[in-house]
């Protein structure tokens, strides 16, 4: 018996607010980063179940979701590269330190 | 499900001990230790059941991916073959376990280490139990990860570190041969499966011999077949144990594994199989010489790796994957057996220069002994494992090779039988060099697994001996047919094993100079050729490596100088056009600008209190925002 669509959107639902309080509350830079993985696989979660209820060849939602996460793959690489230059630069990498930008 | 469970108890293990490790203290072997138990007892279970029915080898298989109307199946498959190799590495490697726990007592990282030897072992069972070519290629990654893990586990030291980026680059140049390999057959056949390759192969059709070269090169970067050789004695830089159970008993011989599971797609390609024939012999022609020169006791052993794995390669091209299987499983355990008898004696004398070394049986007498009846198995003196192995890649060889091919083997044969004996003697025997230091014998879970190893070392020939009724041969499945002229060479054999072990004797034990002054003037520039190990590494570093570092260089100085240039230029050139427009601003517009600057000056005051600079805060204030517009959307705050 296949899981019911609403079941995976909660499990989605579930694991969106754990990254968005993670993005929210994680002094370390490197768990906002981790956070937004969590939030990238949520969406992933969506269209992998979308695909499979829209009457399409069913790959059009895994397409989606292959791309996601190879930007997501991407995005780790750049991230993680700002991470280290603004360890070199102000050796720490806690969000609260970081306020370059305050006025 | 049972098949499963195999490599997932290391996995298990690796995941405790890489998060909780350090909890776990001087405890934490013990998890991986009981990990692997698990491992080999469901080895050994699948083992008597597969001797005692006739039941089909247990195969498990369900669809991973099913994508666009293509499914792809992944599957464990556990016949002859792999109960063979996961018995060799769950049974070697826990005793090269126990053994790293009286090695790595004091090391920082204790915990790490027993799990980076967990994630090894869960890929080496994948890479033997994967009944497709993906799920083996997942496997074979992830041995390679380890391995790069393991030899820079002293990652302080430059070498070690050097060396593990040595061996991950060195090996993916061997694994892009593999890819391309598996993306061909997939392309050209659809089928990945392991179980049906004679098919495959006559789908392959005139691709045929280009993916079993593919496939070769693949598992030469792996087994460290010339000219991919380089790898292996750098990775010496690792703890003992790693070279032991990685670089000499299990991950090296994944390439022979490869070649041997592949063997239907070798054997209707001749000329593949001569590929493998000819690397393989020059591997180990040159390796043996190399091994006969060097002065570490490590390094010394490394290159006989290479050289042994170039013979079970020469021993698979005969078209028979029994042979390599053979001396792979023999050569596991004498050669596991003998790095560990140097991590014992490395670990009491604290260098690994055997010309500093001698006399060491007195003070150690139980690695001593262990080492010796190492060295007579890897010489071939019967009725010890290496002689019945070697035996039977003797014999295949003279079946289907060209006579040189026997002739190199043989000569191969009798300079293993002398580098070795020349390490024993130079280690064991004689007077100490070295009058400062007190070695010790080592503690009980060093000398138990060699113990244990060296009954391996003497019996496990036996199973594929004519006394035993060829067990081994029996359980793989093949037939034995009458050895034509098997007498002779296994005396041949005997004589150059011999021969090799009294000229070491001699020129080592006794101190004779075996050639006249002029032989030995005349031959130095040889000598120093093969002592420097015939400068593949400087041939590589003139070749690869400093023309992409020139290349590198180049383009440096072509972005600092052109596309910089270019830039600069942009630069001044805005910049003149901006002092024209200043002589403007600063007489026209600035009266206009300044009413209002301070007007906005004001404002932006007010705001400035909201940037705060954290972006957690901006981030909290766009979600609230969302908030307020969905419920005004919703009609809610009307």
């Given at each position: 018996m296949p899981v019911p669509l609403p079941h995976v959107l909660i499990v989605s639902a579930g694991l969106f607010a754990i990254g968005f309080f993670g993005v929210l509350t994680r002094r370390n830079t490197i768990g906002i980063l981790m956070s937004i993985e969590l939030i990238l696989n949520s969406a992933n979660l969506n269209l992998v179940a979308f695909s499979r209820i829209?009457?399409?060849?069913?790959a059009e939602g895994q397409m989606a979701a292959l791309l996601v996460i190879g930007i997501a793959a991407a995005g780790a690489v750049v991230g993680l590269a700002l991470v280290l230059a603004i360890f070199r630069h102000?050796?720490?990498?806690?969000a609260d330190e970081i306020r370059l930008l305050k006025g | 499900m049972k098949l499963a469970l195999i490599p997932l108890f290391p996995l298990l293990s690796f995941a405790i001990l890489i998060l909780f490790g350090r909890r776990f203290g001087?405890?934490?072997?013990a998890v991986s230790l009981a990990a692997l138990a698990g491992s080999l007892a469901l080895s050994i279970h699948l083992f008597l059941s597969l001797l005692s029915s006739s039941l089909p080898a247990p195969h498990l298989s369900f669809t991973w991916l099913s994508f666009g109307g293509q499914s792809l199946r992944m599957g464990l498959l556990a016949d002859p073959l792999s109960i063979t190799m996961c018995l060799v590495i769950t049974g070697i490697g826990w005793l090269i376990m126990l053994y790293s726990i009286g090695y790595m007592h004091s090391d920082p990282r204790f915990s790490r280490f027993f799990a980076y030897l967990s994630l090894f072992f869960c890929a080496m069972l994948t890479l033997v139990l994967a009944d497709n070519f993906i799920l083996l290629y997942i496997g074979w990654e992830l041995v390679g990860l380890c391995s790069y893990l393991l030899i820079s586990f002293w990652f302080e030291k430059e070498a070690a570190a050097n060396a593990g980026k040595k061996a991950f680059l060195t090996t993916r140049v061997g694994d892009l041969g593999l890819l391309a390999a598996i993306l061909l057959i997939a392309k050209l056949t659809g089928n990945l499966s392991f179980t049906d390759l004679s098919a495959t192969a006559a789908a392959l059709g005139r691709w045929a011999p280009v993916v079993a070269v593919l496939i070769f090169w693949g598992a030469a970067g792996k087994s460290a077949q010339f000219p991919l050789h380089v790898w292996l004695p750098d990775a010496m830089e690792g703890p003992t144990p790693v070279s032991a159970l990685?670089?000499?008993?299990t991950m090296v011989a994944a390439g022979v594994y490869l070649v041997a599971r592949t063997m239907p797609l070798f054997l209707p390609n001749p000329d593949a199989l001569l590929v493998v024939a000819v690397l393989g012999i020059i591997t180990s022609f040159f390796a043996a010489t190399v091994a006969c020169t060097q002065t570490d006791l490590k390094k010394v052993l490394a290159y006989s790796t290479l050289s042994q794995l170039g013979l079970m390669m020469v021993g698979l091209a005969s078209g028979e994957p029994f042979p390599g299987m053979f001396h792979l499983v023999t050569h596991a355990w004498f050669k596991a057996l003998l790095f560990l008898g140097a991590g014992s004696v490395i670990h009491a004398v604290h260098h690994q220069e055997i010309t500093r070394m001698g006399g060491l049986w007195r003070p150690m007498p139980v690695t001593a002994a262990t080492f010796i009846l190492g060295s007579v198995a890897m010489a071939g003196i019967p009725p010890l494992s290496g002689f019945w192995s070697k035996e039977e890649i003797l014999v295949a060889i003279s079946h289907s090779l060209p006579a040189p091919f026997l002739a190199l083997v043989f000569a191969v044969s009798g300079m293993t039988a002398f580098y070795i004996s020349r390490a024993v003697i130079l280690t064991f025997f004689g007077s100490p060099k070295d009058s400062h230091s007190h070695p010790h014998e080592s503690p009980w879970v060093m000398t138990g697994p060699l113990v244990v190893l060296s009954v391996g070392a003497v019996g496990v020939g036996l199973l594929g001996s004519r006394w035993t009724g060829h067990a081994f041969q029996h359980f793989l499945g093949i037939q034995t047919q009458a050895h034509e002229g098997g007498h002779t060479l296994q005396q041949i054999s005997i004589a150059v094993a011999g021969t090799g072990i009294l000229l070491a004797l001699a020129r080592y034990g006794f101190g004779w100079q075996l050639l006249p002054v002029f032989a030995r003037r005349a031959l130095s520039p040889f000598y120093r050729l093969i002592a420097g190990k015939y400068f593949v590494d400087e041939l590589y570093d003139a070749l690869l490596i400093r023309p992409v570092q020139t290349l590198a260089r180049k383009a440096f100085s072509f972005d600092a100088k052109v596309v910089d240039g270019a830039v600069n230029g942009a630069g001044s050139a805005g910049l003149a056009a901006s002092r024209a427009k200043r002589w403007i601003d600063e007489h026209w517009v600035d009266g206009a600008v300044n009413g209002l600057g301070i007007t906005v000056g004001r404002v932006g005051a007010a705001f400035?209190?909201?940037?705060?600079?954290?972006v957690q805060n901006y981030l909290m204030i766009a979600f609230g925002s969302a908030v307020v517009l969905f419920l005004l959307w919703k009609g809610i705050l009307r």
């Open positions: 829209w009457k399409g060849t069913g102000r050796n720490t990498i806690a | 001087k405890f934490a072997p990685i670089h000499a008993a400035r209190q909201l940037q705060t600079g954290l």
